[in-house]
């Protein structure tokens, strides 16, 4: 029997990404399993004060009798959920140097490239980019107006750019940020190739496309990272990969898919 799932994550549209890149992962995990596919809930919360790490996105997890249990951290919610036979290893088939090379550019993504690019959302180098997301940031009720959402959204890029100087990537240039980014747009680029393959050239896709295809569709549904959406537009290979991953998952996204075909 299928173990019931409770994603929690950040508020997102109905039929688009989560404006978390995490969220959207593991997401997209969950999508791209067939017993959970369908039977996983997904709960908007609008601030990660309950979560274990004080990070979105969590789960809990009831199987059969047992549970619930709280998990957290993307990466360790798909270990356990395949570790402990709930959810199927995409990577079953691959060799060991597939599979440590497929962590590499897992770890690439979550921990350096999606830092750089959340710098480009919030760092004063790119202002365009701050005042699209101030836009769309949607508070509830009362907040979203003068003065509330100047000093919520102050606090928050304070607090934004504190973890990424902590990190170190908030304390490079913007040139040096940017290549950080492009390095990683150029070296999925290569991995995927041009004729709608799957990263490893297997049948079906595996986790490494699960998960960069997750972060690719995040970002190419946002107007407040456009150098990483330039970026991605300017490489065909990159953008059927992502469409090939947002139709086989996610169908109900029409904007992103017809923005997608767009750059073909
Ligand atoms: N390593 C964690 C990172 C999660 C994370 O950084 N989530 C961000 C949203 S994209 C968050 O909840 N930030 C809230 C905060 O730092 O206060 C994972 O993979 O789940």
């Not at 990483?228 to 490489?235: F, L, P, S």
Request: charged share 20%.
């Amino acid at each position: 029997m299928s173990p019931s799932i409770e994603l929690f994550g950040f508020p997102k549209p109905p039929n688009a990404p989560s404006p978390s890149g995490y969220c959207q992962k593991l997401e997209t995990f969950l999508r791209a399993q067939p017993n959970l596919s369908k039977s996983y809930t997904y709960t908007l919360l609008s601030t990660p004060s309950s979560a274990p790490k004080g990070k979105m996105p969590y789960i809990t997890l009831t199987n059969g009798s047992e549970g619930p249990i709280t998990l957290a951290d993307s990466q360790f919610i798909i270990d356990h959920l395949i570790s402990f036979g709930h959810a199927q290893d995409l990577d079953a088939e691959l060799s060991p140097a597939q599979r440590v090379e497929s962590r590499a550019f897992q770890v690439w993504t979550d921990e350096l490239m999606y830092i750089a690019v959340v710098t480009t959302r919030f760092g004063d180098a790119w202002p365009a980019n701050y005042a699209k997301l101030y836009e769309s940031l949607d508070l509830p009720s009362i907040l979203n107006y003068a003065p509330f959402k100047p000093v919520i959204m102050w606090n928050l890029r304070r607090s934004i750019m504190g973890s990424m100087r902590g990190h170190g990537v908030g304390r490079h240039s913007k040139e040096e940020v940017e290549t950080k980014i492009r390095e990683w747009v150029d070296g999925v680029a290569v991995k995927v190739g041009d004729n709608w393959e799957w990263f490893h050239r297997t049948a079906a896709p595996t986790q490494v496309d699960v998960v960069l295809s997750g972060f690719l569709m995040h970002f190419m549904s946002l107007d407040y990272n456009a150098e990483i959406v330039q970026m991605i537009a300017g490489k065909k290979s990159l953008v059927r990969y992502t469409l090939r991953a947002v139709e086989l998952w996610y169908p109900e996204y029409e904007s992103l898919l017809k923005l997608l075909r767009s750059y073909l």
